[in-house]
């Protein structure tokens, strides 16, 4: 079939809408009709080849849609259902047996490396592959091709526009502190970075009962929407009073730190500011190579601990049906993060995510 897809051509380039040719599922493959998409972090890092997606490719992968056609064997969801697409897993491996997908030992081929397992790509142009299948689904087009181990089906009546992006940042934020740091009622927590998964990060904090709600971030208008959504204090971290004020609310230091800015530098000073047995979690997608630094007596003498943390240790079949259910009840507004955009408009919504100016733009795919 003919779909309309944002195609990346050469590294750093602006996506161009181009019409190309997408096949019928294979097997254990789910055709999906894409109602709208996220624009992550991690799209531009894989058009600049930070992580070296093979191109021409089409990015996307935080979709919602509707279920138009199913591969053979296809059992999860019907035609018609709605769903939201996240990252795609093995299914296999210990990491996927063990209900922790997000740790699969395939992640980065089944989701980055722009083929379906055999080496072939869905999508072509004029008989020219190109790459497909990033995140398991390549969802910057009109259709994509997705599988059973990366969708997942959510109730009808959530509007369904606004979840695709509960596929990839907004789970990274909020499972970081429900699913891996677990943060206890009572505890002290600090995100450094409030864009959409930090923000998210604050939310579940107020949803874990956190007493102390802390926000780190340079902008102002982050720090005063971290404010509103749960945090009990938002700071400039520039401004060097951060640690002496944290101090004076909890002395013996926070019981939860996230990092989501991937800076060598902030994760030092991170870990400096753990209690004994504090837990700094990392989300942020650092260079790579980058190396960060950190006292081991400081670490070892008081078991802290210093732990990756991928996709928000999100079981999707569970925790995204979870996170419609709170937002639904308005416990989890992660609506106030969104900005939409037309789908013609890609290059604006990732401008103004690149600047700062949105903190989760979402692309409308004409009707």
Known sequence: MKITAAVTRSPGAPMTLEQLDLEAPQAGEILV???????????????????????????????????EALGAGVHKVAVGDHVVLSFNSCGECPSCRDHQPAYCYDFFGRNFGG???????????????????????????????CHEANVVKVR?????????????????????????????PGSSFLVFGAGSVG?????????????FIFAADLKPARRE???ELGATHAFDPTLGDMESQIAQLVPAG????????????????AIKLLAPRGVCGLVGAAAPGATSSFDLTHV????????????????????????????MEGRFPFDRLVRYYPFDAIEQAIHDSETGVAIKPILLMPD
């Open 225 to 227: 929407i971290a404010l």
């Open 300 to 327: 070892m003498s008081a078991g802290r601990v210093i732990r990756g943390i991928v996709e928000g240790e999100s079981d999707i079949d569970n925790f995204i049906p979870k996170l419609v259910e709170l937002y």
């Open 254 to 269: 926070l019981d939860y730190v996230l990092d989501t800015t991937g800076i060598p530098a902030v994760i030092t000073g």
């Open 33 to 67: 009709k894409i109602v709208a998409v996220g624009v992550c972090h991690t799209d531009m890092v894989m058009r600049d080849q930070h992580i070296p997606v093979p191109l021409p490719a089409v990015m996307g992968h935080e979709a919602s849609g509707i279920v």
């Open 199 to 211: 923000l998210s990060a604050i939310m579940a904090a107020k949803l874990m009962g956190a007493a």
């Open 115 to 145: 083929r379906r397992p055999d080496g072939s790509s869905a999508l072509s142009r004029e008989c020219t592959a190109v790459s497909g299948n990033v995140f398991g689904q390549s969802s910057f087009a009109t259709h994509a091709l």
């Open 156 to 184: 009808n009546d959530a509007p369904l526009r606004l979840l695709g992006p509960l596929g990839c940042g907004i789970q990274t934020g909020a499972g970081a502190v429900m699913n891996a740091l677990k943060v206890r």
